[in-house]
């Protein structure tokens, strides 16, 4: 990271009660006058303003200076109101320097589409301008000079965006890209790979050297955002009520890890998707009363189990449900953690034994050996060993399931984040189940319902037939 050093602007101007106008993470992006550089960022800390800073500020300074940068900058955000909120940091940049300068508005048409936007430019001290203007790859044709691409994750061109705006920077211009994530498989995502790898130094053959910048809302607090925000609005956060806050308001883990805690959305690749398990969820239907399971109790429909068995720390799962007309409705989710093996084997076969139970497939892998071997002497447990193909019998029907709506699970965020939590991937051995492990378990969740819905496979199968019949 290369370093411009006694530069006399704004970032050393005590204008607030801390002393500095930008903040350390943002202090640390100015600073570096890499020629690529790419910020992987939360939401709203302040990266288009910093960025905004540097152009104004470099341009401000005289010829020959060190941090000097006269050249022409063109930017592009993902809509036109973005564009403009750049033009007027610039415009409030120049202002702290009492450099007094407008923002010229023009109308630019796309010659594919024939429609007209608008261009936002603000002159620069050093008779350079900087433009700012909507994602369209064609507006950076014929242009040279440094160019900002802002929220990248976002435009709608993005590989034809970065095809178009690199040769700009081919007579020493620089290239800066900033952006939240959005979603594993886009091309910003695959550009913070290259850059990461370039700074463990271990870069791949073709991967382009960016200079990361990563900056999650817990990093940026950490270096006093919170404070920041109490001097400028007059509020009284503490660090830690002010993430909680922002914590609550998210829907899922999905969310908070994309746009504050800079990790891309695994929506997209999760086998179960956030909408989907949401079509299905019904608000406590597996608080089943404990009379449920009294063996005089008949009432009802039929009832299939499913048990993942969790190695060492993993919980283990009995996952009950039961056919209400042509849907498997979850009754009851038993978790079990520190339990001794012969406890979790009493419960199942307790279970297993009750009238209106038609099957139960077990997890007989490993340390389920023992309790798959007890399930199938009840004569309607099946013990199954999880290998790729086996789990592919599992994991597809199970969406088939949720696709079909033909399954009911509970509403709460755990059982939620377990199913959302696995991915597919092909390999050459076929298709590949997997999920992170985390103190919650290793979607544990996700696995005895796949065998709740395969015990009850048959009788599925029957219904869906009289249905399309």
Same mark, same amino acid.
């Given at each position: %990271? ?31 006058? #890499? ?6 960022? #939360? ?10 800073? $540097? ?7 005289? #010829? ?7 050249? $022409? ?30 923002? &010229? ?7 594919? @589409? ?12 050093? =008779? ?32 034809? %965006? ?29 550009? *913070?790979? %290259? =850059? ?5 130094? &271990? ?12 900056? @999650? ?10 404070? +920041?925000?109490? /001097? @400028? ?17 998210? !829907? ?32 406590? *239907?597996?608080?089943?009363?404990? &009379? ?32 209400? =007309?042509?849907?498997?409705?979850? +009754? ?15 419960? !199942?076969? +307790? ?9 139960? *497939? ?11 071997? /007890? ?7 099946? #013990? ?13 029907? !199970? ?9 009911? &699970? ?50 599925? *199968? ?8």
């Amino acid at each position: %990271m290369n370093e411009a050093t006694n530069i006399p602007d704004a970032i050393t101007t005590p204008k607030t009660k801390a002393g500095r106008i930008l903040l350390p993470w943002q202090e640390a992006w100015r600073r570096d006058t #890499s020629d690529l550089k790419l910020w992987e960022k #939360s939401r709203r800390i302040g990266a288009t303003f910093t960025e905004a800073n $540097d152009v104004a500020m470099t341009r401000s300074l005289p #010829s020959g200076h060190k941090g000097a940068r006269h050249e $022409d900058y063109w930017f592009s955000s993902a809509d036109e109101s973005a564009a403009y909120e750049f033009a007027d940091y610039c415009r409030f940049w120049l202002k702290t320097i009492d450099k007094v300068t407008e923002i &010229v508005e023009d109308e630019i048409e796309d010659p594919s @589409t024939k429609r007209y936007g608008t261009a936002y430019t603000v002159n620069m001290p050093c =008779g350079k301008r900087m433009t700012a203007m909507t994602s369209n790859p064609r507006r950076f044709r014929s242009k040279g000079g440094d160019v900002g691409l802002d929220e990248y994750g976002y435009h709608d061109e993005p590989t034809k %965006m970065y095809k178009a705006a690199e040769p700009c920077t081919m007579w020493g211009g620089r290239l800066r890209i900033l952006s939240t994530h959005n979603g594993e498989g886009s091309e910003f995502h695959k550009f *913070c790979q %290259m =850059g990461d790898r370039h700074k463990r130094g &271990v870069p791949k053959s073709g991967d382009i050297p960016f200079s990361l910048h990563k900056v @999650t809302i817990v990093e940026a607090v950490e270096q006093g955002l919170v404070e +920041r925000i109490n /001097e @400028t609005k007059g509020t009284t956060f503490t660090r830690e009520s002010f993430l909680e806050i922002r914590r609550s308001r998210c !829907l899922d883990d999905d969310q908070w890890n994309q746009e504050y805690m800079a990790i891309p959305s695994t929506d997209a690749t999760a086998w179960l998707t956030y909408q989907l398990i949401e079509s299905c969820e019904l608000d406590g *239907c597996e608080t089943a009363p404990p &009379v449920y399971w009294d063996y005089s109790n008949t009432k009802g429909g039929q009832r299939y189990i499913g048990n993942d068995i969790g190695e060492s720390k993993d919980r283990t799962i009995i996952w009950t449900v039961e056919r209400v =007309g042509d849907v498997l409705v979850t +009754r009851e989710v038993l978790v079990m953690t520190d339990e001794d093996l012969s406890v979790k084997q009493a419960e !199942l076969l +307790r279970r297993l034994r009750h009238p209106k139970v038609v099957r139960g *497939c077990v997890d007989g892998t490993g340390l389920g050996t023992q309790i798959g071997q /007890e399930a199938v002497k009840t004569g309607k447990g099946e #013990s199954i060993k999880f290998t790729l193909p086996v789990k592919d019998e599992l994991a597809s029907p !199970l969406r088939g399931y949720f696709e079909d709506r033909g399954v009911r &699970v509970p509403g709460d965020s755990d059982t939620r984040e377990q199913l959302h939590a696995v991915r597919m991937t092909r390999t050459a051995g076929g298709p590949r189940y997997d999920a992170a492990r985390t103190e919650d378990g290793h979607a544990d969740k996700f696995w005895a319902l796949a065998l709740a819905c395969h015990a009850a496979k048959p009788a599925y *199968c029957v219904a869906r037939m009289e249905v399309l019949i």
